[in-house]
């Protein structure tokens, strides 16, 4: 009995910790400090015009100079020179960036993107393996309360945050993979249309969340890992 007990205090003590390690990631007002001082918030970047794609990859990399406007227009016009208007972004000029665009912005930092095929079970990925994933999802245009029904699709960035035992819980992000023998940590949902980066959980939580968008027809999940890396982000028996 007192083993028991013993136990289930440990749980809760686990817990809280992780509870408040998830509260001290998402403060906005209230950046999390370093052990060296620095303040190091887990970085979101909020919707604006059409430039879902920009804010995934920026919150992807956890750097807000990872990729500008500009960059990607000219990565646009790298992939389509000779065309008047553009196929690769919105004739308006808002952003709406499609997927060849946001291959190209991976691979000029050495990733690449690989599509995850939806009939196969997301346990299969190795999360150690990979920087993290980029969702794509429908979305419907509204203006107040008007919803219209005409649909655009929206890029959404999921990533892995470990958490560090000892206070005061500093983030550390991995340039792709996690290092062996390290701790897993926690995954954030940081799709730029949430007020703050939500917590998903632990592994076996963000595979139920993959698993979740992967029973969406109209949904595609993109596995985002080193170049030297590639298809071996697979458990090797799963392959």
């Given at each position: ?5 013993e ?37 979101h ?7 879902c794609?920009l ?16 960059a ?46 939806k009939?196969k079970?997301?346990m ?16 419907e ?6 919803q ?29 993979s ?5 701790p ?15 917590c ?6 963000v595979v ?10 109209d ?15 697979y ?5």
């Amino acid at each position: 009995m007192k083993e028991l007990k013993e136990t289930s205090l440990e749980r809760s003590d686990t817990r809280s910790v992780l509870m408040k390690f998830v509260d001290r990631l998402v403060a906005r007002k209230k950046p999390m400090a370093s052990s060296t001082g620095v303040s190091v918030p887990v970085y979101h970047e909020r919707q604006l015009k059409e430039l879902c794609a920009l804010h995934a990859l920026n919150n992807l990399f956890q750097d807000a100079k990872a990729f500008n406007k500009t960059a990607l227009d000219q990565i646009c016009h790298s992939l389509s020179p000779d065309h008047l208007v553009n196929p690769h972004k919105s004739v308006l000029g808002l952003g709406n960036y499609d997927v060849n665009v946001i291959m190209a912005a991976l691979q000029s930092k050495g990733f690449e993107a690989i599509w995850f095929d939806k009939r196969k079970d997301p346990m299969m990925i190795d999360l150690s393996k990979i920087l993290g994933f980029i969702l794509n999802v429908p979305n419907e245009l509204k203006l107040a309360f008007l919803q219209f029904p005409l649909s655009r699709k929206h890029w959404v960035a999921v990533r892995e945050i470990r958490q560090l035992v000892t206070e005061p819980f500093p983030c550390e992000f991995y340039p792709g993979s996690r290092p062996r023998g390290e701790p897993a940590g926690l995954f954030f949902n940081l799709d730029s249309k949430l007020d703050a980066p939500q917590c998903i959980g632990g592994e076996e939580e963000v595979v139920k969340y993959l698993r979740e968008q992967a029973k969406s027809k109209d949904r595609e999940i993109f596995i985002v890992v080193r170049q030297d890396i590639g298809k071996e982000c697979y458990k090797p028996l799963l392959r």
